[in-house]
């Protein structure tokens, strides 16, 4: 009897009201649909190439000292790090350029450091390691 008191949809109706849903799905911001997806590519190059001798943790330095809020930070200038003396004359401000060819090649960017045996990665996961240093570190 429910059932009978429940108004009837017109065909035009239904299509109305699909039609609606779909621009509602079509019109959530793409940035906010997409933005996990690199977050966690990032984060998962991260883990692969450097946690287990870095944190983005402030203050968590380990093997290697923390990757917190890097780009913009002078090299080799984390106060309660033992640099390699390459590293603390590097004369330079860490950016996407130093740090991405750093990552794929760091001898041609800081001769003498301690990453030993680090040998690089390649530079598509150099990229998605980067977003997620400026990401994560609040840059």
Known sequence: MEAQMRPRLQPSSKA?????????????P??????????DKGQQAFNNSC????????????????????????????????YSSSMKEAGFAWDQDKLT??????????????????GGVSAEEASKVFAYL?????Q
């Open 16 to 28: 109305w009201i699909g039609a609606g849903a779909l621009t509602l799905l079509l019109s959530a």
């Open 30 to 39: 793409f940035s906010l649909a997409q933005q996990p997806a690199s977050d």
């Open 51 to 82: 946690r287990t001798c870095h944190s983005m943790k402030e203050g968590d330095n380990r093997l290697g000292p923390n990757l917190n809020k890097i780009v913009g930070r002078k090299a080799g200038s984390l106060p309660n790090y033992n």
């Open 101 to 118: 060819r750093f990552m794929v090649k760091p001898d041609e960017v800081v001769s003498g450091h301690k990453m030993q045996p680090y």
């Open 134 to 138: 400026q990401a994560a570190g609040g």
